[in-house]
T-cell receptor, first 112, second 113 residues
Framework: DQQVKQNSPSLSVQEGRISILNCDYT??????FLWYKKYPAEGPTFLIS?????DKNEDGRFTVFLNKSAKHLSLHIVPSQPGDSAVYFC???????????FGQGTRLTINP | DVKVTQSSRYLVKRTGEKVFLECVQD?????MFWYRQDPGLGLRLIYF???????EKGDIPEGYSVSREKKERFSLILESASTNQTSMYLC????????????FGPGTRLLVL
């Protein structure tokens, strides 16, 4: 069973516009969420995270929103840049358990 | 700056061969992880280790084993490689405690013929 789901395998956005990547989870015990970015032939790199005690966390062009009641989180990138083209994974864990559960990934393409 | 290195970027092996994938981290991290990444499936945890000589099964441990003899090194072993183990293998480490962020190596793309 997929506890973390990214239902959009791909997303195409015009440069300068907002990119919104979505993620749903089923385990209500998850209390920490992360987004990773992955370029081809490289390992994932940490992007941004959010604790379940917050509903928003912002870092420059990247903002993560958490809706606990809906078990949904989203990553907003604004403005989108060509270098943002990558696969984005959301991940969740129960703090202290150390095990991340990843979604399937969404391939974001930013068009010039 | 955390650095996680993996011994090979690409490997081609034959069915039935024993395969060793090595991972080294240089930040004195307590935890180390092995994942495989497959299209449409994301990253799936194979094994992890929270201390030297300690290991825990992840979600898909079948056909794999691991070894952690030193804190900085975590090895993934395919005892008898099969074609369904063709995949991208990713190693990661994290500090431990409540430090949840994992840092990944560049990955090893394994092809089993």
């Amino acid at each position: 069973d997929q506890q973390v789901k990214q239902n959009s395998p791909s997303l195409s956005v015009q440069e300068g516009r907002i990119s919104i990547l979505n993620c749903d989870y089923t385990n209500s015990m998850f209390d920490y969420f992360l987004w990773y970015k992955k370029y081809p032939a490289e390992g994932p790199t940490f992007l941004i995270s959010i604790s379940s005690i917050k509903d928003k966390n912002e870092d420059g062009r990247f903002t993560v929103f958490l809706n606990k009641s809906a078990k949904h989180l989203s990553l907003h990138i604004v403005p989108s840049q060509p270098g943002d083209s990558a696969v984005y994974f959301c991940a969740a864990l129960i703090q202290g358990a150390q095990k991340l559960v990843f979604g399937q990934g969404t391939r974001l393409t930013i068009n010039p | 700056d955390v650095k996680v290195t993996q011994s090979s970027r690409y490997l081609v092996k034959r069915t039935g061969e024993k395969v060793f994938l090595e991972c080294v981290q240089d930040m004195d991290h307590e935890n180390m992880f092995w994942y495989r990444q497959d299209p449409g499936l994301g990253l799936r945890l194979i094994y992890f280790s929270y201390d030297v000589k300690m290991k825990e099964k992840g979600d898909i441990p079948e056909g794999y084993s691991v070894s952690r003899e030193k804190k900085e090194r975590f090895s993934l072993i395919l005892e008898s490689a099969s074609t369904n183990q063709t995949s991208m293998y990713l190693c990661a480490s994290s500090l431990g405690g409540l430090a949840e962020t994992q840092y990944f190596g560049p990955g090893t793309r394994l092809l089993v013929l």
